[in-house]
């Protein structure tokens, strides 16, 4: 039986039964090689993640839904701000801000489902090509070497390399 939990704040999170439905088809060893060197497309994203369309379109409307906390099809600033806090993500007005400004594409103060969704699709694009950036053996996994030579890449210490390496 699919038991929904809420929020303090009365803001739904997906139940249990869905995100087990979303894992059942997973790979239990969570690497999933998906061919590819030409441009990023979704339908990579959704076979590396092993997600179908429709339970992606699931996770995105439940996420939307739980900022829309009215159910008025539009999120605000003042909702982004309680969002963030039942995450227990710092809520200072620069996140929120920043985050509707990036959203809010007609720039009516506040962002619709449509907004959101462009937002998530650029996102998981972007951190899908980071991730095929790190995993050189392209082996859908990320190995610590492969991690640490990124670190080093980017300019952290390399320190970090050692320490990351070593696990």
Same mark, same amino acid.
Request: no cysteine; proline share 3%.
């Given at each position: 039986?699919?038991?929904s939990r809420s929020f303090k704040n009365g803001r739904e999170r997906i139940?249990?039964?869905?995100?087990?439905?979303?894992?059942k088809n997973r790979?239990?060893?969570l690497c999933n090689p998906v061919p590819g060197s030409g441009p990023l497309t979704l339908v990579e994203v959704l076979?590396? $993640?092993q997600e179908t369309q429709e339970q992606r379109e699931c996770r995105i409307v439940n996420?939307?839904?739980?900022?829309?906390s009215s159910r008025s099809g539009y999120v605000d600033h003042s909702q982004i701000v309680e969002a963030f806090q039942a995450f227990s993500i710092p809520s200072q007005y620069k996140y929120a801000k920043d985050l509707l400004d990036v959203c809010d594409a007609n720039h009516d103060g506040r962002m619709d489902y449509g907004e959101? #969704?462009?937002y998530m699709d650029d996102k998981e694009l972007e951190l899908y090509r980071i991730f095929r950036e790190i995993d050189v053996k392209h082996n859908g996994c990320i190995v610590p070497e492969e991690l640490g030579d990124a670190l $080093? #890449?980017?300019g952290f210490p390399a320190f970090l390399y050692h320490c990351i390496s070593k696990t």
């Open positions: 039986m699919a038991t139940s249990i039964s869905e995100v087990e439905a979303v894992g790979n239990p060893n076979l590396a $993640l996420l939307f839904n739980f900022f829309d959101f #969704r462009k $080093l #890449r980017a």
